[in-house]
């Protein structure tokens, strides 16, 4: 029987990336998906590839969050919100044309960092998901008592150690894990079958990656140096985030609350380098 059959989940930033690979697994294990985003094009046509509806939501507008609960609740309810949509403050240095010349990337070290970017990052990393949390506890809050519901929180490894030169995107995702235990301690006080938990991905190819990896020749050399310090010596996949978001989103994970699962590839296990290669044939 498919994990999610019953389940209506609302998925943020699902045009592409990690939040695409979770709505194509929580359609295949028989949700209901309801796709977000703001790139409506790229949306609507991922969502018809998988029977889901797609609407649009900048996480960053209240009256957008609460245009699209109310139309969940209008066809039933709602069962898992996952607050993928996020922002590195990168993203000005991607546009590039032959015409254009390069701009520099914005500079977020602890020194050098302006405040319109740590504000643009904070609004849409902490002040989306906070917004997520509040109005799915809202919508779920109606729900059947017996009926289990789950949020999950895409923070990041960033949000757990520090970044000397993305301190807005580590601030972000920091703060995200701790409310993440907030909002799962205040679901259990209320007594409410809902449950909120972390995924702390590290090094994911998706196209958040693109400002710092490149194109071109060098791009596979800029990735070997990504993940020189990482155990499995390699990027994750999307894929792979969205099975452990499967897991979360289904009644399997049923005593699992105000939890953390990085998935870095050995990252935060205790080296900063990758081990040495075995010496047995």
Not at 58 to 73: A, K, N, P, Q, Y
């Given at each position: 029987m498919p994990r999610l059959r019953h389940k209506t989940a609302l998925i943020t930033g699902a045009a592409r990336g990690i939040g695409l690979a979770i709505a194509q697994a929580f359609a295949r294990e028989g949700a209901t998906v309801w796709m977000t985003d703001t790139r409506d094009e790229a949306g609507r046509l991922e969502a018809g590839a998988i029977g889901a509806r797609y609407e649009r939501l900048?996480?960053?507008?209240?009256?957008?969050?609460?245009?699209?609960?109310?139309?969940?609740?209008e066809r039933g309810s709602l069962s898992i919100v996952v607050n993928n949509a996020g922002i590195t403050g990168f993203e000005a240095q991607t546009p590039q044309t032959p015409q254009t010349p390069p701009t520099p990337p914005p500079l977020q070290d602890p020194e050098h960092v302006d405040l319109r970017t740590w504000r643009s990052v904070h609004a849409v990393n902490l002040e989306g998901a906070m917004l997520g949390c509040k109005h799915a506890i809202r919508a779920m809050r109606s729900n059947e008592p017996s009926a289990p519901c789950s949020i999950i929180n895409i923070g990041s490894r960033s949000g757990v150690v520090g970044i000397p030169r993305a301190a807005a995107y580590?601030?972000?995702?920091?703060?995200?894990?701790?409310?993440?235990?907030?909002?799962?301690?205040?679901?259990?006080?209320?007594?409410?079958?809902?449950?909120?938990?972390v995924i702390q991905p590290a090094s994911i190819l998706t196209p958040m990656w693109d400002a710092m990896l490149g194109e071109g020749p060098d791009r596979i050399d800029a990735m070997d140096r990504f993940t020189a310090d990482t155990p499995l010596r390699r990027f994750g996949t999307a894929q792979e985030v969205a099975a452990l978001a499967v897991h979360l989103a289904s009644d399997e994970s049923a005593y699992t609350t105000g939890s953390e699962f990085t998935i870095d590839g050995g990252l935060l296990a205790g080296t900063a380098a990758p081990p040495a290669p075995s010496q047995r044939s």
């Open positions: 900048d996480v960053r507008e209240e009256v957008d969050w609460e245009r699209v609960t109310g139309l969940i609740r580590a601030s972000s995702k920091a703060a995200l894990r701790n409310h993440t235990k907030s909002v799962a301690l205040y679901a259990a006080e209320e007594n409410l079958p809902i449950r909120c938990n």
